[in-house]
Structures are given as C-alpha cells and as structure tokens.
C-alpha cells in the first residue's frame, strides 16, 4: 500500500474533458446490435476496442409475446442511434434438438434523437435537473441525446421515434454507406468553402486600388534606400541642384542632413551644411506641414544600426532647387554657400500631382503578409485543431519550413500572441488555391476530417 500511495504521489495525470471522449467516441459509431435470449434482452451501443467491454443495457422482457414484442421495439427506438443501422438478434433453443439454437437476424434504423436511462430499466429515472450536456453528453454527428422526462405507453404502442425495418447489413452495403457518408460530408464541405470564397473579400482584392500602385511604391522605396546607403559626398562649389528626398541624422551631438539631388544628369547623396539645413530640420520636426504637403516618410536602417526617416515627396518633379556659388566657412570649416533654396510651390500644392499617398502606403503594408519575429521552433506552436469551428481569422506572418521532409508553415493570426503551425489541410488549401503568401490570408476553420494518414485535422478555407 506504501508502495501504491509514492507512486501515485509523483505520477502524471492527464484530464480529458469527457464531452472530448464523447465526441470521438460517438464519431466513429458505424452501427450498434440488439441481443434477444429467453427473458433477457442485451442493447449494446458500443465495445471498447482496447478492453474488450461492451457499453449499453440488459433489461428482463415479459413472458407474454404480445407485450415482449412492444417492449423490444420501444428499445430499439429509444436506444438506437440517429440514421444509425441496428442489428436485431434473436435467439431461440430449438426444441427438438440439444444443444442447437436458431437465429433471426433483422436491422432497423430510426431518425430521431437517442435517449438515455439506467443500465437495467426500459424507462428513464434520471432526475429533472440534470443538464446532461453539463455533464459531457453533447449533440455530435451520430447522437442527439435526450433524457426522456415522461414514460412512453408501451402498451399502447406509442414509441418515442418511428423504426424501420431494412435489409440486414452485409459488407458491401457498409463499404457503400460508408462511401456515401464520405460523399455527403464532402459535398456539404464544398458548399460551406463556396460560401466563404464568396462572401469574403480576399484581402489583395480588398485593397485592389491601392494596390495597383504597389509596383510604384516598392520601386521607389527600393531606389530611395540604395541611393541613402551610398557613400554620401560633398557638394561642388559651384552647381544647380534639384532634390527629391532628405534625411534628418542626429548623430554623435550633432544633426546631419543629407539630401537625395540631381545635378548635371548626376543623382546622388549629398551632404548639406551651413544654415540652409535648418530649414530641412524644421520641416522634418514639422508633422503637420509634412502633412498637409504631401510628404510620406520611409524608415531606413543606417550602417550604425540607427532606424531614421527618409522625408520624400512622391512626384516625378524634385520639390526643391538651389545653386552653389563658392565656398563659405563656420568655425574653420568651409563647406559650399547655397543660394536662391526654393521649395516648389506648384508641387507642394498641386496633390493631383502625386502619384500616390500615405494611405496608399499604409493600405499596401496593412495588406502584405509580415515575417515571423525570431527562431520559432514546431514544438512551441498551437495546433489549429484547438480553434473552434466557425471561427474567422486573419494570417499577419507565415514562414515556410522543412520538418520531417514535409513543407510546413508558422503562422501567426491577427490578435492573437502564439503561433501555430499549419496542419494537412490548411497546406493543401495553400497548394490547390495558389494562394499567394505575399498578402495576409483570411482564413474560416472548418469540421474536423481526417487526412489521408489517419489524422483527425482541422479544415480550413482560404481567401
């Protein structure tokens, strides 16, 4: 007893919810059987596969043949399960034989929900306020489970749910059944994907028109940043020059501004010093005249690490012009003077002139599909079995990844924190829609089905 008392102190425990068994369990119920022998008559609903036990009722059947006949098929009608065949089998000893029985064997199938009572009474005695859902019994595919809360008039012959008799079943009428079944659940599967597919926007047709401008801003912003990570130089001292972008650096106590300009068919970085940067420094501390005069920011990385914003105007026209005439110094250095520094009016005012906004950026990033933050490893992922059927999501980042010689994916929904990782259906959903993993993905989850190895998984629609 010691012994059994340290081992179970420092054993694991794992629970399982019962309504989880009870769905698993009544989702793979093909048929259940009826057994009748001499004044015994043994319901079975189902056997465990493991222990060899056999779940259901034995309830004692009058003598009289009249009343015996109503009493089984009160039960066959009560316990039976919905749309579910039941073998009915009837043993009889013969008479003049020893030790020789003759069967019957009939199959029955009722529509209607299956009640429930105690193991040894055709009638239920389950008190009123027992909710058996509470207690895990819940409606799955196969089983509708009631408690029937008033007796049943078997001597008049009123039963809960009408029983029909049907040819008894033999192996192809399963495998065919079966087959059907498969049928029905994968058309009912297709409706609810088309009704989805089309009530629900894809989020590249969502922002189809500020879309259309993605080339030009992925060009742009491509070209602003390489010409920003080149080496930046000096002006000469003597040129005119027209600016398309500039950028604000506070570094090392000291403020360098560093403008994207064009002279004598030269584009290049250049350093702009002496009093005329102010004018750049206010503007970028200025949100509101950025603003107002159409001016987007783009984030660039510096070579130290540093995250500043390149200020850009996005119009084919440079915003700004000025000349150099010879050289002017401060404290010792001397740097190019700028004369006659003029900010276009006609462009700052003319919006029309823009070839696009920062909504337009905004809706652009809002719609394509961000990376996953850090080295996420499988066995820290959700499964998407764990999410409700019905529910709607929206895929922000998604990595693609090799494990076990399978091509899997990490993904990460709209507000929610862990990721998780992506199961058979939802790849092959990738696969078959081409779906387009540059975009965020709208997704719908589905019933659960197995997958072609054996696996209960969740389906998901994608958009």
Sequence with gaps: ??????????????????????????????????????????????????????????????????????????????FSFNCLPVNYIDIVEAEDEEDKISLTHKCYIKSGDTLFTRSSTPYSKIPEDIDITK??????????????????????????????????????????????????????????????????????????????KEQDIKSKENELRSYFRQLWIDMDSKGFYKLYAFVVNKRDNYTHVGVLAETADTKAVYYLKGYSKSRFIDLSNNSAALTSGGFLKLPYATKRG??????????????????????????????????????????????????????????????????????VKVCDCNRLEGLDEGTELLITAIQQIDYRGKTRYILTFENIQSPYVSNYWLEMEIVDRCIDLNYKIKVKCDKLKTTPSKNKERVMFCV
């Design 1 to 78: 007893m010691e012994h059994s008392i340290n081992y179970f102190q420092s054993a694991p425990f794992y629970g399982v919810p019962i309504y989880k068994m009870w769905t698993k369990l009544t989702g793979r119920l093909q048929n259940s059987c009826c057994l009748v022998f001499k004044d015994l008559m043994q319901y079975v609903y189902w056997g465990n596969s493991n222990t060899k036990k056999l779940t259901g009722v034995q309830i004692k059947i009058p003598d009289n043949n009249s009343e015996r006949d109503k009493l089984i098929r009160y039960v066959l009608s009560a």
């Design 306 to 375: 540093g995250l500043i914003d390149i200020i850009y105007l996005p119009t084919r026209d440079p915003f700004c012009t000025f000349r150099t005439n010879g050289t002017t110094s401060y404290n010792g250095h001397a740097y190019p003077r700028v004369e006659n520094l003029q900010f276009h009016a006609g462009v700052l005012e003319s919006q029309d002139e823009l070839l696009y906004s920062q909504d337009d950026v905004e809706h652009v990033n809002n719609s394509q599909m961000q990376s996953i933050v850090g080295n």
């Design 135 to 212: 207690r895990g019994l819940v409606q799955t595919d196969n089983v509708t489970p009631q408690v029937l809360r008033r007796r049943t008039n078997i001597t008049h012959k009123l039963q809960p749910f009408p029983v029909k008799e049907i040819e008894p079943l033999t192996t192809p009428y399963v495998v065919s059944a079966r087959k059907r079944k498969l049928e029905l659940d994968e058309m009912e599967t297709k409706k609810r994907k088309l009704d989805f597919t089309r009530n629900t926007l894809a989020v590249k047709e969502e922002y189809k028109e500020q879309l259309a």
